[in-house]
């Protein structure tokens, strides 16, 4: 009696399961069962071949057990393969996500675009040895334009308009001190250094106020930042070379800068400082009037007669100080028209910035 | 101020493009905001005629031959009869813009025969220029222009429009601004003669000058030119003045403004035989005294204001204008000339009290030099014999109390100039650039002055006479910057502040600040800044508390909406939020951090800093897959629950009380760890001030943290322990309970029962249910208690212990019950 050969069984086990695979939902878990039970399984045709090979001499046996068990390989091979066709089949057909819907956002906040440039402005002078300090809005007379070399009554007075505060007669001080709030963040000057000896560097930013009809351009509240420095050995070059490392920083690393002669009275030389304009390299555009330049800021070397009103002794210290309005730049930067935007709030305004 | 070009260059040959004038000014600090052209002719040339033939058909027509320079010869027709060879005149070729001498209409030239001869061009009249009604002759131009150039070179004003700074009267005079323009193009200025006939005889003989405010009056001036003949000035004279937008008057007053407008000096000239007793005396007003001035306008005067008076009456309110009662007229034969000096603020003070402002005023407010008087005078009184003749006395009279007040010389060292700007600049070239400006240095002994002398021998140091037109250089500083804008700030070397770094002062108010503006950018709320000042109408609608302080109220406030400073965030906050419940679509959930303004009563105002955040509104923007719940007092927590989280600050919320917020919808917010300190409010407003601003769909939730007693809060818990616990490696155990109460049971008191159990690691609400299966006035609360220990793993005959613990203790003290 001769058992049929293993092999031939293999070929015929190899043909019937991959006919069956053919036309198997391998999505039927049930149906995978069987098939897998009838080829593959503990009882199944394979074993049952494997099985008979214990009757063959050695070397046939090695032989065909190598031969059954890379078919085994094989068939789950394809049984996997069939499978992920299947998966990719039915994700075809199911529903498939249209991943151009938009996407589940957490709701988000935003700073005021004027914080935005203060910390900006700030933290690139803090990065250069300035301490951010801040004062009070309503001020005294004193500090707002005294100090500052601005006499009562004298014309140079006329270039702050200014909004005072209410004070009976009996709220005046003996020195006749009037309140008023504040049109710059120059007092601040006063107030720094009265309370500390040089070495000064300091940057304030804050809101300000002026007497002043408000349009596109003009407001009546607005920020500022200052910036003081003094100590000995302070030179305009110092001035030029800090300020010019500013405008780098925030408007870009290759920027120029212009120094053009300027009147504040509380600055001698005084200056205002250009940049060349980032819209258009100098060329001339509308954000520059056709000009190549934009002024930036006020500046100039603190005027002896400031620092003599705290007490400094002014053979011995020099320093430089200057001034520039957050708005103004990001009404630059951003091209927005109208400076009233600002403070009126509109969520369709201030969720852009 | 106005510049016409024409009149500068008198003083200064400058032959630059008005455009690169006007940019070099303003680098050096002249601001220069515009330039004015009274005529801008197209395509006409200045043309020079070289013959002149009869017109073949016509006897008043001629044929002439015009030169163009490089555009060479050309024959035209023309009728005008004063035109002749030789004469330099207005040409037109074919297409320029010319006015139609008939119709006075604007129109392009037209080649066209003129009686059979071809005629591609005109020699042109005033009329046809556009200058006047004149249409007699052809304009003839001065024999030195230069043919072929465009017209407007020649004929014509360009004028330069000035925004000057305060300190620099001396350029609100065209000689001032022409000396700038020297000192830039390096060609200086010409001075006008100051020099006349004195053919009369000594004007002390003639006249008295007597200051009796001597404070007031520093210098005074004045002489006298007997027969002069009033009348209107000649035609160069009144075109001047017109060109700065002056009105002509006669002669004499002419002469006046000419030398205003020339040097900067205000001037007046009296009818002196209207002056009684020839004496002039400067004086106080009395207080109620009348003056009608020159404008016609009766004033009355107070005894702070300054008047030129005779014996008998005031007779012009000195340095603001002249009075009626002294005033130049046809029949005025004899003039007293006055040129003066009056203390700045005072005369600021005068115009303004008075509402007159005058050309004399803005140049006198600004403080000029006493020096300038006298040399107006001269020039005015040149200028007065030159147009309305007659005989000047001889010598001036000169009355100086002020004399040696004003700093006449600066010492500078070459060592300040290097201190200041932080460059060397060679000692010939600081010479030269202060010189060209009209300052004098002399070479000092270093010895001479302190800074110098420390210096030795290696620093060049100056004694600086500053030029009689300068007032606004009084040191050492003002002369650098005059160095800087004249060499160039584009000189001066570049250096980074280098040196000393300050020592560094902890700034904990700022840096709180900055945290918290961050911790509610971070949960999606979106910062605003407002207004700081309101009106107490507006305010009103936030039912502040009355124990409120008062408020900074404005003295000249803009607008009747920002007449006191704000003692609230709120009202802008709630304003705000209904403006954009109106326009925007989304969430409306936004903060400020600004400073509140209260009136303690004396000294500056108390400026509080605080925070307001409101919310309101649909939770996120209409989303494809978006649940449209909306914002409400939870989300306000959660807010505030952020800025703790962010300043590791433990906050307690209890229920609390505000004006603004809904009774029984208001947390207080408070820090035990400083000893239960309020640090802020949440609560959803009150539907009556939701009305009050037209806000009509609620919830809109409002919280408001004072930042100082969060400093304080931040400050008490950071002296506590560490933020850092080692976190358990055991499992932890989930069990959820479900729990019965009576409704008024604060869910928060719930789950610090249950947090006091030590096995608990944390305790959260998931569910909280009212009604059907549940009792009226009960509730159903959800929780789910984790337990965890530090150093085993809980059996779970533990942990039933624990929950069985839990459960008694919220049976007993808060009768809850386990949902069956
Ligand atoms: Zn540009």
């Excluded at chain 1, 300091?202 to 930042?225: L, M, N, S």
Aim: hydrophobic share 40%.
């Amino acid at each position: 009696m001769t058992e049929p050969l293993p092999t031939t069984d293999l070929k015929q086990l190899s043909e019937d399961a991959l006919s069956a695979l053919q036309v198997l939902d391998t999505s039927d878990p049930g149906a995978v069962e069987k098939w897998r039970v009838e080829f593959l399984g503990r009882n199944g045709r394979l074993t049952t071949v494997l099985r008979g090979l214990g009757a063959l001499p050695a070397e046939q046996r090695r032989e065909a057990g190598a031969a059954a068990n890379s078919l085994k390989e094989q068939l789950e091979q394809r049984l996997e393969e069939k499978r992920t066709q299947t998966l990719a089949a039915q994700a075809a057909r199911a529903e498939s996500l249209d991943i151009s819907l938009p996407g589940r956002r957490m709701r988000r906040g935003r700073l005021h675009p004027s914080t935005q440039i203060i910390r900006e402005i700030c933290s690139a002078f803090n990065e250069m040895g300035f301490q951010t300090v801040e004062g009070p809005e309503v001020e005294w007379e004193r500090y707002n334009f005294d100090l500052l070399n601005i006499p009562r009554d004298h014309p140079a007075r006329d270039k702050w308009d200014t909004i005072w505060i209410e004070q009976p007669e009996s709220r005046r001080p003996p020195d006749g001190q009037r309140i008023l709030l504040r049109t710059h963040t120059s007092p601040m000057q006063g107030r720094v250094m009265e309370r500390q000896q040089p070495p000064v560097r300091v940057i304030v930013p804050g809101k300000c106020y002026r007497f002043e009809a408000t349009d596109a351009t003009h407001e009546w509240q607005f920020h500022q930042v200052e910036g003081l420095v003094v100590d000995e050995g302070v030179t305009f070059a110092d001035l030029k070379g800090t300020l010019y490392e500013f405008a780098r920083r925030i408007f870009g690393a290759n920027r120029r800068v212009r120094f053009r002669c300027d009147f504040f009275p509380f600055v001698e030389p005084g200056v205002d400082m250009s940049i060349d304009c980032f819209g258009c390299d100098g060329k001339g555009c509308r954000i520059c009037k056709n000009s190549g330049w934009i002024e930036i800021m006020g500046a100039g070397m603190v005027h002896p007669k400031v620092l003599a009103a705290v007490g400094y002794d002014t053979a011995r210290y020099t320093g430089f100080a200057f001034g520039m309005g957050p708005e103004r730049i990001a009404m630059l930067r951003y091209g927005i028209e109208d400076i009233r935007h600002f403070f009126s709030n509109d969520l369709r305004f201030l969720s852009q910035f | 101020m106005k510049v016409p070009l024409s009149w500068m260059k008198e003083y200064v040959p400058v032959e630059l493009p008005a455009e690169e004038i006007a940019r070099r000014l303003t680098m050096a600090g002249v601001e220069v905001t515009g330039i004015e052209r009274t005529h801008t002719w197209n395509g006409i040339i200045v043309g020079h005629v070289r013959s002149v033939r009869p017109h073949p058909n016509a006897d008043r027509l001629r044929l002439v031959t015009v030169d163009r320079g490089s555009a060479g010869e050309i024959e035209v027709v023309c009728g005008a009869p004063n035109v002749a060879e030789g004469q330099r005149i207005a040409f037109a070729g074919v297409g320029a813009d010319v006015i139609d001498g008939h119709t006075g209409k604007a129109s392009k030239l037209k080649a066209g025969k003129i009686r059979g001869v071809e005629s591609p061009g005109m020699v042109l009249s005033e009329k046809e220029l556009g200058m006047s009604g004149d249409h007699e002759g052809i304009v003839v131009l001065d024999p030195a222009a230069p043919v072929g150039r465009p017209l407007s070179e020649v004929l014509g004003e360009t004028v330069l429009d000035l925004e000057l700074s305060p300190n620099r009267p001396d350029c609100l005079g065209v000689l001032g601004v022409a000396r700038e323009v020297g000192a830039l193009v390096g060609l200086g200025a010409t001075e006008p003669a100051l020099g006349y006939r004195e053919s009369g005889p000594d004007a002390h003989s003639l006249a008295r000058v007597t200051i009796e405010a001597a404070d007031l009056c520093p210098r005074y001036t004045a002489t006298v030119i007997r027969g002069v003949k009033v009348g209107p000035s000649p035609n160069w004279l009144q075109d001047r003045l017109r060109a700065l937008g002056e009105r002509p008057v006669n002669n004499v007053v002419d002469a006046t403004n000419y030398v205003m407008f020339e040097l900067g000096q205000p001037l007046h000239a009296f009818d002196f035989d209207l002056v009684a007793g020839r004496h002039v005396i400067v004086r106080r007003a009395r207080s109620g005294e009348k003056l009608a001035t020159l404008d016609g306008v009766e004033r009355t005067l107070t005894d702070e204001m300054l008047v030129i008076a005779d014996p008998e009456r005031a007779i012009g309110l000195a340095g603001v204008m002249g009075g009626a009662n002294s005033e130049i007229t046809e029949r005025t034969v004899n003039v007293l000339l006055e040129s003066a000096n009056f203390h700045a603020v005072n005369n600021r003070k005068t115009a303004r009290g008075l509402g007159l402002a005058s050309e004399a005023t803005v140049r006198f407010e600004k403080g000029l030099r006493a020096g300038l008087a006298e040399v107006g005078l001269r020039r005015c009184v040149g200028m007065i014999l030159e147009v309305a003749g007659g005989d000047a006395a001889r010598g001036v009279i000169d009355e100086w109390p002020g004399r040696g007040n004003e700093v006449n010389e600066i010492f500078l060292t070459q060592q300040r100039v290097q201190a200041v700007l932080g460059v060397e600049w060679p000692a010939a070239q600081v010479v030269n650039t202060l010189r060209s400006l009209g300052f004098e240095p002399v070479p000092a002994l270093a010895a001479a002055g302190g800074q110098g002398a420390a210096m030795g021998d290696r620093s060049a140091s100056w004694s600086v006479r500053v030029p009689y037109w300068r007032p606004d250089i009084t040191i050492p500083e003002d002369l650098c910057e005059e160095l800087a804008r004249v060499i160039g700030y584009d000189q001066i070397p570049q250096t980074v502040v280098s040196g000393r770094v300050p020592r560094w002062e902890p700034q904990a108010g700022l840096n709180l600040r900055e945290k918290v503006r961050d911790a509610l950018v971070a949960a999606g709320i979106q910062e605003m800044i407002s207004y700081t000042a309101t009106s107490e109408r507006n305010e009103e609608r936030v039912r502040l508390s009355e124990k409120t302080p008062g408020h900074v109220k404005l003295a000249n406030p803009l607008s009747a909406d920002w007449a006191v400073m704000r003692r609230t965030l709120r009202e802008n906050a709630l304003r705000t939020f209904s403006d954009n419940a109106r326009t925007w679509r989304g969430p409306v959930a936004m903060f400020e951090i600004g400073k509140v303004f209260l009136d303690h009563g004396e000294g500056l105002p108390e400026e509080r800093e605080m925070v307001v955040g409101v919310l309101g509104g649909l939770r996120s923007e209409t989303h494809w897959a978006g649940e449209q719940t909306r914002l409400d007092f939870f989300d306000a927590k959660g807010a505030v629950e952020a800025v703790l989280e962010a300043l590791r600050v433990e906050g307690a919320f209890s229920p609390g009380a505000d004006s603004t917020l809904a009774a029984g919808r208001v947390a207080a917010v408070t820090s035990p760890r400083a000893g239960g300190l309020r640090v802020g409010i949440v609560g959803e407003v009150d539907p009556q001030v939701m009305t009050a601003f037209g806000i009509d769909a609620g919830p809109v939730a409002m919280f408001e943290l004072d930042l100082e007693a969060l400093g304080k809060a931040v400050d008490a818990s950071r002296s506590s322990a560490s933020p850092y616990k080692p976190f358990g490696r055991f499992p932890a155990s989930p069990r959820d309970l479900a729990l019965l109460l009576d409704d008024g049971v604060p869910a928060g008191e719930v789950l610090r029962m249950i947090e006091r159990n030590r096995l608990v690691a944390s305790a959260s609400v998931f569910d909280v249910y009212r009604g059907k299966g549940v009792a009226t006035g009960r509730k159903s609360l959800a929780v789910r208690v984790v337990y965890q220990a530090a150093d085993r793993t809980l059996t779970s005959e533990e942990v039933d212990a624990a929950e069985k613990s839990i459960l008694n203790a919220l049976s007993s003290q808060l009768g809850a019950e386990l949902r069956k």
